[in-house]
């Protein structure tokens, strides 16, 4: 009776495991999800950049069409973590034989000209223009080529200021802010005159939280500090985007949208809305990153099925055996129960005759039959916690897991036996249970013979054997 | 005279056995005082364990009336009747009946359990009970050191804890050897007279019968014969023989040197 009663603890050990398992990957799943549903709607909006191109060609240097090269991605926003390794931020003006470029940054967009994304294209749930401006030294290289002389200024960024809309809106639904603070506290729905620093614009203001720093001519209070998750971040400031407006003479420019789509499903028809109604824009949805992660969604998906099928497989198992193990052990506490009424009825008689109740001998058998099975409960509990792991791997079916490797991806490993590693630890929670239902079993299994010792005639005590 | 502390009026009792109906009672009339000793003596199959178990409640009566005390009992449902085999009974059995796993003292503690809250003074009453029946000093032992004679008279303090209105005592003394047979009737008489406890005792012994001063013979359900015992005589302190004085302790009369029992079968045919 008491490997009987240490069988049920050892399969909800088990049974524990396989359902963590799951839920694991359920979580992660949800996770995965959450991100897919940030990245896959979110759709970046700018003007071309205005670089005209440049060349190193005879003659006076113009409008030739010589090699062009692109620096920086813009407003390379690197929030969702997902960010492919883009650098630079990085503004290059240059003035070479006259061909003058901009490359990077975004040109000015008159915000007013584009209110209407968010009020006519449908499927678009929100719309948060950015006005992003690197501040800098500039520094000036003499390139020699062929005998022709330029000099090239370079913008050294010291920081750039991204001023991004602080509605509540966007800040509570939306991943418009970093999330990694590391001091301090994010930038509030609301707030004004606040900046949010990355750990380089720290050190390079001498700045901590709540110390005040001047931006531009303009006194701003540090409310947080972040860690940059990505190359592209390490230099860039938040703050409400009216401030950066005001302070980079831009009030009523932006210099990109990002617009969220309600869902990944009308992602590319809302893409496609806002290149047809504003054909100047360069629209990019991050199909890359989406594919990316559908397929890892994917992973994960058959991986939880697996474990899903391990989960209900154990289950159905371990409710079969507890179910088995419940009935037995009532069984064995009745007949011994039983046995003992019988054995006993001369002195069950003689209690009675000499004026004890039929409750009083009822409670006294039911009181001996929970003993029994409160004794083999806990002898059973001490087999149980040595020989668990090994009577639950012989008694279930086994349990498969993936393991998730360093980079996040998922090896699958479907046939992996976890017998022994991780099942069956008697939790103190287990033992509780164990022991509970060894006293309900013994309650159970003693009901009867009690009652039986209760009915016993008194004249019993008469007769002799 | 004394007032009754058993009447029975016109008991019959009868098992079914399958079909037929075995009457073991029929129309049985019994008036027992307070403080009486009475021996019912009859062959087997004549009634008298049916008759114990009815008027100690362990039975009911098919019809009739048993008054206990005032009280009848054949209209008690069982759960009162446990009451009164409690409070106005006490059963000493052929085999003893002690719960093996229980010592001396708490063998003779069982029956106040339900009556006396507390613990000190039910010990208290069972080492009186036990010095009583002469086992000062054997109070820790369990019934398995002690002999028949001791274990019967454990039994015998058992069924006094609760100053019973009747001892039902079933063949007290048949499963003893002859010097233990005459100790326990003693002490059952000596009971009768220093604690004026009224005894009713069915046996096979004629003997111990002699040591009663009522005894009935019983058959087919009836009582058929009563005969004084010399118990009586013993109470008034006049020997059977030649009628001289005797002390509650002679076993033969001082006057006539005559032993005072007799050992004749008290209803030889």
Known sequence: ?465 | MSKPVLQIEKLSKSYSLGKRNVPALSNLSLTVNAGEFVAIMGPSGSGKTTLLNVIGCLDKPTSGQVLLDGIDVSKLPENQLYKIRRDKMGFVFQTFNLLPYLNARENVELPMEGRIKSKSERKKRASELLAMVGLSGREGHRPQRLSAGEQQRVAIARALANNPAIVLADEPTGNLDSQNKQEIIKLLANLNITQGTTIIMVTHDGQAAHHTERMLLLKDGKIINEKQGTHLMKKNHTCPHCGSSIQMSDDTCPTCKKPIYSSDEPFSA
């Open chain 1, 1 to 465: 009776m008491s490997i009987m009663v240490s069988i049920p603890a050892g399969v909800l050990a088990n049974q524990q495991t396989a359902s963590t398992v799951a839920s694991n990957l359920s979580n992660v799943i949800s996770q995965t999800s959450a991100s897919i549903n940030q990245t896959a709607t979110q759709i970046d909006c700018s003007l071309a950049p205005s670089f005209s191109g440049f060349g190193f060609g005879s003659g006076s240097g113009g409008s030739g069409s010589g090699p062009s090269f692109v620096f920086g991605g813009g407003s390379a926003s690197g929030r969702s973590g997902f960010t492919p390794g883009q650098f630079g931020g990085g503004t290059v003006t240059g003035q070479f034989g006259g061909g003058a470029f901009n490359g990077g940054q975004s040109s000015p967009m008159n915000e007013s000209l584009y209110t209407d994304i968010n009020s006519t294209i449908s499927g678009v749930a929100v719309v948060e223009p950015i006005l992003q401006a690197s501040e800098g030294q500039n520094v000036t290289t003499t390139l020699s080529f062929n005998g022709y002389t330029r000099d090239i200024t370079r913008l050294d960024v010291e920081y750039t200021i991204e001023g991004i809309p602080l509605t509540a809106s966007l800040v509570d639904n939306y991943p418009i802010l970093p999330t990694n603070i590391t001091a301090g506290s994010n930038l509030q729905a609301g707030d004004s005159g606040v900046v949010l620093l990355s750990e380089n614009n720290s050190a390079y203001f001498g700045a901590g939280v709540g110390d005040a720093i001047t931006i531009l001519n303009q006194t701003f209070t540090v409310a947080g500090i972040y860690s940059p998750s990505s190359v592209s971040d390490t230099q860039t400031l938040y703050m409400n985007l009216s401030d950066a407006q005001a302070i980079t003479n831009n009030t009523g420019y932006i210099t990109s949208l990002t617009v969220f789509a309600q869902n990944s499903d009308v992602v590319s028809q809302v893409a496609t809305s806002i290149s047809s109604v504003h054909p100047e824009l360069t629209v990019t949805t991050d199909q890359d990153r989406l594919n990316q992660l559908q397929t890892l969604q994917s992973t994960y998906n058959t991986e939880l099925a697996n474990a899903q099928a391990s989960d209900s497989q154990t289950y159905s198992t371990a409710v079969e055996e507890i179910i088995v193990v419940v009935a037995a052990t009532s069984l064995i506490v009745l007949f011994v129960m039983l046995y003992t009424v019988r054995e006993r009825t001369k002195e069950i008689g003689t209690l009675k005759a000499i004026g004890f109740s039929n409750l009083t001998v009822m409670g006294q058998f039911m009181l001996e039959g929970i003993l029994l099975s409160m004794i083999a409960g806990v002898v059973g509990i001490v087999i149980g916690s040595i020989a668990a792991p090994t009577l639950s791997a012989l008694l279930l079916p086994s349990v498969g897991i993936g393991s998730r490797s360093a980079t996040g991806a998922v090896i699958v490993s479907g046939t992996t036996r976890i017998s022994g590693l991780s099942v069956a630890t008697l939790s103190p929670e287990l033992i509780l249970l164990a022991f509970g239902a060894a006293i309900l079993l013994g309650t159970l299994g003693s009901l009867y013979p009690a009652w039986r010792a209760a009915k016993i005639r008194p004249a019993e005590a008469m007769k002799y054997e």
